[in-house]
């Protein structure tokens, strides 16, 4: 089993910054694909960021220029550097790990952008 805890989620204003953290035990994030997703209420949940075992990101193209998933292998944590806030960021923000069949979700933290 992976758990996967975010956090860094809260309330900022519009052109503010937050950042996320996923930190995983029972797995490792430097041989998995590791993705950021959010969810508004009534909505769908999306991808917004992901990254490969091997270094390669891809992001919704809503938030390019503006988001960076990142990995510390050393601590075993992703992370989700979120610049220039928009009110239709918020959500809450959930961290998955996929490697191989296995597929894990963090409870999420709550992005709220305020106009």
């Known amino acids: 089993q992976v758990h996967l805890v975010e956090s860094g989620g809260g309330l900022v204003q519009a052109g503010g910054s937050l950042r996320l953290s996923c930190a995983a035990s029972?797995?490792?994030?430097?041989?998995?694909?590791m993705g950021w997703y959010r969810q508004a209420p009534g909505k769908q949940r999306d991808l917004v960021a992901r990254?490969?075992?091997?270094?390669?990101?891809n992001y919704v193209d809503s938030v390019k220029g503006r988001f960076t998933i990142s990995r510390d292998n050393a601590k075993n944590t992703v992370y989700l550097q979120m610049n220039s806030l928009k009110p239709e960021d918020t959500a809450v923000y959930y961290c998955?790990?996929?490697?191989?069949?296995?597929?894990?979700w963090g409870q999420g933290t709550q992005v709220t952008v305020s106009s």
């Open positions: 998955n790990y996929v490697f191989g069949e296995h597929n894990y």
């Open positions: 029972g797995g490792t994030v430097s041989i998995a694909t």
């Open positions: 990254i490969t075992s091997g270094g390669s990101t």
